[in-house]
């Protein structure tokens, strides 16, 4: 499976982007799908994820009523509308899927396939 990361850029404060992760390959192993960020010099962390069975969605609290994750199971293609966006914001965003979700949606060993990135720049 391979992911498509793009959709990042520069934006200003309380602005708006739309990420997009498009993913190729054996898609019929790709069950769940989600979306962590790294920002200079901290560790990466989750932002949001989706389940495609039955379309649960799960944020981290520090996103939750300014992003929305979507996605379009026909098209293997997952979105993150970022909102409301903030310097803290900024980081490299990468989207992750996998096949199960054994723990928590929040952990990265969860993931078994990864895109490379795409920046995200908040200016303030």
């Known amino acids: 499976v391979q992911l498509q990361a793009s959709g990042g850029g520069l934006v200003q404060a309380w602005g708006s982007l739309r990420l997009s992760c498009a993913a190729s390959?054996?898609?019929?192993?790709?069950?769940?799908m989600g979306w962590f960020r790294q920002a200079p010099g901290k560790e990466r962390e989750f932002v949001a994820a989706?389940?495609?069975?039955?379309?649960?969605?799960h944020y981290a609290d520090s996103v939750k009523g300014r992003f929305t994750i979507s996605g379009d199971n026909a098209a293997n293609t997952m979105y993150l509308q970022m909102n409301s966006l903030k310097p803290d914001d900024t980081a490299v965003y990468y989207c992750?899927?996998?096949?199960?979700?054994?723990?928590?949606?929040?952990?990265?060993?969860?993931?078994?396939?990864w895109g490379q990135g795409t920046l995200v720049t908040v200016s303030s």
């Open positions: 992750a899927a996998a096949r199960y979700i054994y723990s928590e949606y929040a952990i990265e060993y969860e993931y078994d396939y």
């Open positions: 390959g054996r898609t019929n192993r790709v069950w769940h």
């Open positions: 989706i389940g495609w069975s039955g379309g649960s969605t």
